[in-house]
C-alpha cells in the first residue's frame, strides 16, 4: 500500500464533537487521507504545538492537515476542493488555510479573508475570495504545511493552545515563504470567542519575538502593533480586560 497524500490531525477534547466531525469526514470524495487523532480528554497535553509535533512524526501524508474538530464540511466536495487548491500552490508555500489576515491593512486595521461560516447562526466572518490569496497570518481552525517543510520547521517548543498557526506564518515569512487562504465551503461551529487573558499573554510573547521582523502582526482576531510604548499600552490594555473578564465568570 502506498502512502496517504493528507494527513489529517485534530485534537479531541470532546468525543461527541469528534465523532460528528468524524462522520461528515467520511461523507467527503476525492481524498486520500489518514485520519491521526490525538487524545486530549484528560489533559494529556498543556501544548497545541507539543500535540501537533508528536502527530506529525507519525504522520505518512506528504501535506500535514490541521483542523479543529468542530470543522464541518457543506457538500461532499469540500475537502477535496481546498487540498486541490493547496496543492495547486508554489511549491515552497508556508502555510496555507482556509480563514486569515493579509499584511496590507484597510482603513488603518486588519482585514478577515475567508468564504467560510462560524457560529450557531452560520455567519459570513469576512470578505470574500476567489481563489489562493497571499496573507500574513491564518487561523488555527484548518491549515496545511508540507511535511517536508514541517521537518524544517517544526512547531516551536511553547505550552499553551493559542497563535500555533499564526506563529508558523510569521516563521514561513522569516524563510521568506507565502502564506495562502483559499476559499472553502465550511463552517466553523466554534464562534471564535473561546479565547482568554492566556490568549493575549501569547500575543504579547509573539509581539517580542517578532517586532523586528513586522510592525503589525495581523490575526483574524485583531490587529497587534509590534513597535512603541503604543504597542506595549494596547496589549497590555486588552490583556487587564481579558482578565478581568476571566475573573468574573469565575
Same mark, same amino acid.
Given at each position: 500500500m502506498t502512502d496517504p497524500l493528507y494527513? @489529517?490531525?485534530?485534537? %479531541?477534547?470532546?468525543?461527541?464533537?469528534?465523532q460528528a466531525f468524524k462522520s461528515g469526514l467520511e461523507?467527503?470524495?476525492?481524498v486520500d487521507y489518514e485520519l491521526i487523532r490525538i487524545n486530549n480528554e484528560n489533559n494529556e497535553?498543556?501544548?497545541?504545538?507539543?500535540?501537533?509535533?508528536?502527530? *506529525?512524526?507519525?504522520?505518512?501524508?506528504?501535506y500535514l492537515v490541521f483542523l479543529h474538530p468542530d470543522i464541518r464540511f457543506l457538500n461532499e466536495h469540500a475537502l477535496k476542493d481546498v487540498l486541490d487548491q493547496v496543492r495547486s500552490l508554489p511549491k515552497d508555500f508556508g502555510v496555507a488555510g482556509i480563514a486569515g489576515s493579509p499584511q496590507e491593512l484597510v482603513d488603518n486595521d486588519r482585514i478577515i479573508l475567508t468564504t467560510i461560516i462560524h457560529g450557531d447562526?452560520?455567519?459570513?466572518?469576512?470578505?470574500?475570495?476567489?481563489?489562493?490569496?497571499?496573507?500574513?497570518?491564518?487561523?488555527? &481552525? =484548518? =491549515?496545511?504545511i508540507a511535511r517536508d517543510y514541517w521537518e524544517k520547521q517544526p =512547531?516551536?517548543?511553547?505550552?499553551?493552545?493559542?497563535?500555533? $498557526? %499564526?506563529?508558523? &506564518?510569521?516563521? $514561513?515569512?522569516?524563510?521568506?515563504?507565502?502564506?495562502?487562504? %483559499?476559499?472553502?465551503?465550511i463552517w466553523h461551529t466554534s464562534d471564535g470567542k473561546s479565547e482568554d487573558f492566556r490568549y493575549t499573554l501569547q500575543v504579547r510573547q509573539l509581539i517580542k519575538e517578532?517586532?523586528?521582523?513586522? *510592525?503589525?502582526?495581523?490575526?483574524?482576531?485583531?490587529?497587534?502593533?509590534?513597535?512603541? @510604548?503604543?504597542?506595549?499600552i494596547f496589549v497590555n490594555t486588552y490583556l487587564a480586560k481579558m482578565y478581568l473578564k476571566y475573573l468574573l465568570k469565575k
Open positions: 494527513s @489529517l490531525i485534530t485534537i %479531541v477534547n470532546k468525543e461527541d464533537v469528534y461523507k467527503q470524495t476525492g497535553y498543556n501544548s497545541a504545538r507539543k500535540a501537533f509535533n508528536d502527530a *506529525a512524526k507519525k504522520a505518512k501524508g506528504q447562526h452560520k455567519e459570513h466572518v469576512g470578505r470574500p475570495i476567489t481563489g489562493p490569496t497571499p496573507v500574513q497570518t491564518l487561523d488555527e &481552525c =484548518f =491549515f496545511v =512547531f516551536p517548543a511553547k505550552e499553551g493552545w493559542h497563535l500555533y $498557526a %499564526v506563529e508558523q &506564518c510569521l516563521l $514561513a515569512q522569516k524563510d521568506q515563504r507565502e502564506n495562502y487562504v %483559499v476559499p472553502a465551503a517578532y517586532r523586528a521582523q513586522t *510592525a503589525s502582526i495581523n490575526t483574524t482576531v485583531k490587529r497587534w502593533p509590534t513597535r512603541g @510604548l503604543g504597542a506595549k
